[in-house]
């Protein structure tokens, strides 16, 4: 039986692969600030999006709710049109669980197995939201990257191009990015009536407003974020 020791406290930190992950991370981070409003990037800010509303529609399912349709749109807006379910749980559910997803596809990326696994569930992830799409943007979305991804595992087992794990990560890092910025710009900068934070509000009994959820989902974004940092450390000591 293998025995597993978690390195929780992080001795003897940093080796190789740990750097390896430290200084991806922060290359990535760097070159998304930079091209954050160039064109280059607006396929991964519309797969954030794409995420956004699957979680919405992920929530509805769970809760015994009907997906009506998803739609993703050229500006990095979407909509999820959803009938019954618990509509306070179906609400937080885009923004906390894109920014969820960001994180399980960091930690998937420290290892090429769980790479590969996280890839195929996001390819077929694409192909089922493919078959509710309701707009061409997001059928668009869908069909590229499930080729780009394709393109991508063909180069990593037949070739020396072996970047699956890289692609993943800077999806993962690119989604937790556009999450946290996304909460900030809807939710908290400026006050959106008609945002899913507003929408709560009215249906919570907290005693807080729309800016208020906003500044608390923002928070746990961060802290997938760095719990994703953190764990993936702890992964790969």
């Known amino acids: 039986m293998v025995k597993l020791n978690p390195n929780w406290e992080l001795k003897n930190c ?10 991806t991370v922060a290359v990535c981070t760097v070159v998304i600030l930079a091209l954050w409003r160039t064109i280059l990037l607006r396929p991964f800010k519309l797969v954030t999006v794409f995420l956004h509303e699957a979680s919405h529609a992920i929530a509805c399912k769970l809760t015994c709710g009907h997906v009506e ?16 379910g618990i509509y306070w749980l179906i609400l937080p559910a885009g923004y906390l669980g894109s920014s969820f997803w960001g994180m399980v596809l960091i ?7 769980t790479a590969r696994i996280a890839a195929g569930c996001f390819v077929a992830a694409l192909l089922i939201v493919l078959c509710v799409a309701k707009n061409w943007t997001l059928r668009g979305l869908c069909i590229g990257f499930v080729l780009f991804l394709g393109v991508v595992w063909i180069l990593q087992e037949t070739t020396k191009i072996r970047i699956l794990r890289y692609i993943i990560l800077f999806i993962g890092i690119m989604n937790s990015l556009f999450s946290v910025y996304d909460i900030y710009d809807d939710l908290i900068s400026r006050r959106v009536h008609s945002s899913d934070a507003e929408k709560f509000a009215e249906v919570c009994p907290c005693p807080c407003n729309g800016v208020g959820w906003g500044v608390i989902w923002g928070l746990i974004s961060l802290v997938f974020l760095c719990g994703a940092m953190y764990i993936g450390l702890v992964i790969l000591s």
């Open 69 to 84: 349709g998803i739609q993703v749109h050229a500006d990095e807006g979407g909509t999820t049109q959803t009938r019954g």
């Open 107 to 113: 930690l998937a990326s420290t290892n090429l197995l």
């Open 14 to 23: 940093c080796n190789h692969e740990q750097v390896v992950f430290l200084v």
